[in-house]
């Protein structure tokens, strides 16, 4: 059985975001990446602080994993779109707190489109 394109690019989305979650222990410093303007990324608060959302990102991306073994792709598709909420928010918290733009929409709003476009391509596969 082919694995549809769809399936392997919302795979994609999810190992990245596992990774992402999994660096922010290692390297917390990773964070000013985010597009946050005077991020402390040696205070020990903002490192507890990035802990939990490390946590929480590798769970989103396990759900995407759980979604592909368990679920029809219809499903996996809704969740891709509603999960686009997150880069989505992402994107305008950098911008709020005037942060570049280009990392805004470079890299949250990117991830945002590239999610609904997946969800979508899931739902009318």
Same mark, same amino acid.
């Given at each position: 059985?082919?694995? #549809?394109?769809?399936?392997?690019?919302? /795979?994609?989305?999810?190992?990245? !975001? !596992?990774?992402?979650? /999994?660096?922010?222990?290692?390297? #917390?410093? +990773?964070? $000013?990446?985010?597009?946050?303007?005077?991020?402390? &990324?040696?205070?020990?608060?903002?490192?507890? *602080?990035?802990?939990?959302?490390?946590?929480?990102?590798? &769970?989103? @991306?396990?759900? $995407?994993?759980?979604?592909? +073994?368990? /679920?029809?792709?219809? $499903?996996?598709? *809704?969740?891709?779109l509603a999960a686009a909420?997150?880069?989505? @928010?992402?994107?305008? !918290?950098?911008?709020r707190s005037k942060g570049p733009k280009?990392?805004?929409?470079?890299?949250? @709003?990117?991830?945002?489109?590239?999610? $609904?476009? !997946? @969800?979508?391509?899931?739902?009318?596969?």
């Amino acid at each position: 059985m082919l694995i #549809p394109v769809a399936t392997v690019l919302a /795979a994609l989305i999810g190992l990245g !975001i !596992i990774v992402i979650g /999994a660096r922010a222990f290692h390297t #917390p410093q +990773a964070a $000013v990446g985010f597009g946050i303007p005077g991020t402390p &990324a040696e205070d020990r608060t903002f490192q507890a *602080w990035l802990s939990v959302k490390a946590v929480r990102d590798i &769970a989103s @991306g396990l759900f $995407v994993f759980v979604l592909i +073994a368990a /679920a029809t792709p219809s $499903v996996l598709g *809704w969740f891709m779109l509603a999960a686009a909420a997150i880069p989505a @928010g992402d994107a305008l !918290i950098v911008l709020r707190s005037k942060g570049p733009k280009a990392t805004a929409y470079g890299v949250h @709003g990117a991830t945002a489109a590239v999610m $609904v476009a !997946i @969800g979508v391509l899931l739902l009318i596969a």
